[in-house]
């Protein structure tokens, strides 16, 4: 057998995107910032010039954390009736609360797939 780093992951990618790490060795750091992305990994070299997570994890974050925080808020209002000022004061921590570590979570992960199935930009086949 070679010694040789392998070209694809090893590492779990839903364990190495949501705690961040590289999706090929699942140890080097995938991020250098909160949502920034490092240029490559400190450990196993990988180049993360590929990554390309776009507007997905924001829109998943936006799916959940409102279906969650909505459905909240029409229950407290039914149940309670309290003034706008105690509305602001519940969801808008909570809101930040639940969306900032859910999208560095969600961006990990969708980078880790996107490197585990080899994604990429379409291309038109020209098939013979």
Same mark, same amino acid.
């Given at each position: 057998m070679s010694e040789q780093q392998p070209d694809r992951?090893?590492?779990?990618?839903?364990?190495?995107?949501?705690?961040g790490r590289c999706p090929r060795c699942g140890e080097g750091k995938l991020f250098a910032g909160f949502l920034t992305v490092?240029?490559?990994?400190?450990?196993c070299d990988l180049d993360f010039a590929f990554i390309d997570s776009g507007d997905g994890p924001a829109v998943f974050v936006?799916?959940?954390?409102?279906?969650?925080?909505?459905?909240?808020? %029409? #229950? *407290?209002e039914v149940s309670f009736n309290p $003034? %706008? #000022? *105690?509305?602001?004061?519940?969801?808008? $921590? %909570?809101?930040?609360a639940l969306a900032l570590p859910l999208l560095r979570a969600l961006k990990g992960l969708m980078i880790a797939l996107q490197y585990k199935h080899r994604a990429a930009e379409g291309r038109l086949d020209h098939g013979e």
């Open positions: 992951a090893l590492a779990d990618p839903t364990r190495a995107g949501i705690l490092a240029p490559r990994c400190s450990n936006i799916l959940i954390i409102g279906f969650v925080v909505c459905g909240l808020a %029409l #229950w *407290v $003034p %706008l #000022w *105690v509305h602001l004061v519940l969801w808008l $921590p %909570l809101i930040l």
